[in-house]
């Protein structure tokens, strides 16, 4: 299903690549940006590959960062719905560091000063609701296909990231203006984000959020 709107924006990096910054940045530069906590609830109906709802909340926003925007399949869906988007693919140095910054902040968002557990995961009231006890879990696996005896497990973890950068590089690979791989650490970062979406450069800088991840 088409719509006919102005192109829309999609960070589809993973989960700590910056994307909290990229939206940031994005909403000081005018974009209505999609909140997050919506979109996340409705990772259940992106497992069945069920897009109609996700198409129907992207309608109200410009941009939109991290889950599901940032899983897999997620971007072909939404470059088939929305023709003449854009697309940002955020990465860190390495898998390894990007791994490293997830664990880092999954214990800090549950409270240990270790790597997780599922008991963790499981105990953890998302949004401070205790009624959605265990939803973090059950999001987990629902992304990584793990087990409970293989949460944070790092070799999964590594994998699934390269696999997904790899794989949104492959489906664009003939329409570069199309994507724009961006690290955020660079120090052209923004003025590259400007020209991409479309914005004049005065030389702003790049928002740093969650800077302890």
Known sequence: MLFRCTPKIFCVGRNKTGTTSLGAALRNLGFKVAPQAPAELLTPEWARRDFKPLIRFCRKYDAFQDAPFSLDFTYVAMDQAFPGSRFILTERDSAEVWYESAVRFSAKLLGVERVPTAEDLGNFEYCGQPERKGELL????????????????????????????????????????????????????????????????????????????
């Open 138 to 213: 059950r999001r987990c696996q629902l992304v990584y296909g793990i087990t409970p005896d293989k949460v944070f497990d790092r070799d999964i973890y590594i994998a699934h990231y390269e696999n997904h950068n790899r794989s949104v590089r492959h489906y664009f690979r003939y329409r570069p203006d199309d994507l724009l791989i961006l690290n955020l650490k660079q120090p052209d970062a923004m003025e590259r984000l400007c020209r991409f979406v479309g914005r004049p450069y005065n030389g702003q800088k790049m928002p740093h959020e969650n800077k302890s991840c």
